[in-house]
């Protein structure tokens, strides 16, 4: 079984600028959740989708925000980008979300705002 | 207050020998998930062991092992043996409730280097 997959895996933009992250989760999990990384903050949480719904969301503010498509993929849009925006972007797949151990993660896409 | 909290600095360990990294949490919710997770220098995260709150045994996954101490609010990775490839970053996160919240909380993350 494949992997989540996350694309694409660097990305350089200019403040203002906005960007779209792609994520594709293990066939048949139905849950998508979205991390940011940072050295300060550390992991923070900014949305899960389940089924095309989001379902749980971060203290983040509206410029972040996504989607899930019937396929479960999911993708993250960040608009007017600041130069705090530079993270480690992670996605994560489960199959329900709904508490159990399956939670796996992709290999990220490291944003840099300049 | 934290809900995750690792305090150690970065750990060393000499290779084939056990290590100790450790996790406390804090929650009032009587169902909970703790997970941890190694993250090398690539960024991955990578899951290693998953306790659940109402679990009777320490979860033991191969070479990891977590020490639940339910009353202490501690949720400790032992890992056995180690391997060079075992110098990462590790995260302790924390799950609460059941039904639709698959939200998790890290903690900020031990740097283990493994010494040859």
């Known amino acids: 079984k494949a992997g989540v997959t996350q694309t694409p895996r660097y990305l350089i933009k200019t403040r203002g600028q906005q960007v779209t992250l792609s994520c594709s989760p293990i066939s048949g999990h139905r849950s998508v959740s979205w991390y940011q990384q940072t050295p300060g903050q550390g992991l923070q949480f900014l949305f899960e989708?389940?089924?095309?719904?989001?379902?749980n969301k971060g203290n983040f503010p509206g410029r972040f925000s996504g989607r899930q498509f019937s396929n479960s993929r999911s993708e993250m849009n960040v608009s007017t980008l600041e130069l705090g925006d530079s993270a480690l972007y992670l996605c994560?797949?489960?199959?329900?979300?709904?508490?159990?151990?399956?939670?796996?993660f992709g290999p990220g896409t490291r944003l840099t705002v300049t | 207050a934290q809900k995750i909290t690792q305090t150690q600095p970065g750990m060393f360990v000499q290779e084939k020998e056990a290590v100790t990294l450790d996790c406390t949490y804090d929650?009032?919710?009587?169902?909970?998930?703790l997970f941890w997770y190694k993250q090398p220098s690539s960024g991955e995260m990578i899951f290693l062991i998953y306790q659940g709150s109402y679990d009777q045994q320490n979860a033991t996954e191969g070479r990891y092992s977590l020490n639940f101490q339910k009353a202490r609010k501690s949720a400790n990775l032992v890992i056995s043996a180690s391997q060079l490839g075992d110098s990462a970053m590790y995260f302790c996160a924390m799950r609460e409730g059941s039904g639709a919240n698959s939200k998790l909380t890290f903690g900020k993350g031990i740097t283990l280097s493994v010494r040859p």
């Open positions: 994560a797949s489960s199959s329900t979300g709904t508490g159990g151990p399956e939670q796996y």
């Open positions: 929650t009032s919710d009587p169902s909970y998930g």
């Open positions: 989708y389940f089924s095309e719904t989001q379902r």
